[in-house]
Nanobody, 116 residues
């Protein structure tokens, strides 16, 4: 069982930055970030491959959000810049065990609120 723990959420103003952290109990194939806004379904934000460091982002965050990792700390980061009110959501990280599996191991999430 892979454990994922997010941290770093909070209340910020539009245009501000925030960095989320996701600590994994072990490294897997990749780690994804997802978010769910009130009344909406969960959506993919981006992901990083643990071995080759390739990253993927949804169009609405590309150029504003950056995913990185720290191998020594088994930690994946989501750096969010130029935040907008529509970025308000619960952000969760999840681990993908291998290239053919789904994201099966989830953290509890951390709330990000962007409001003036």
């Amino acid at each position: 069982q892979v454990r994922m723990v997010e941290s770093g959420g909070g209340l910020v103003q539009p245009g501000d930055s925030l960095r989320l952290s996701c600590v994994a109990s072990e490294r897997t194939y990749s780690v994804g970030w997802f978010r769910q806004a009130p009344g909406k379904g969960r959506e993919f934000v981006g992901s990083i491959n643990w071995s080759d460091e390739s990253t993927y982002y949804r169009d609405s965050v590309r150029g504003r959000f950056t995913i990185s990792k720290d191998n020594a700390q088994n930690t994946v980061y989501l750096q969010m810049n130029s935040l907008k009110p529509e970025d308000t959501a619960v952000y969760s990280c999840a681990a993908q065990a291998d290239a053919t599996s789904s994201y099966n191991y989830w953290g509890r999430g951390t709330q990000v609120t962007v409001s003036s």
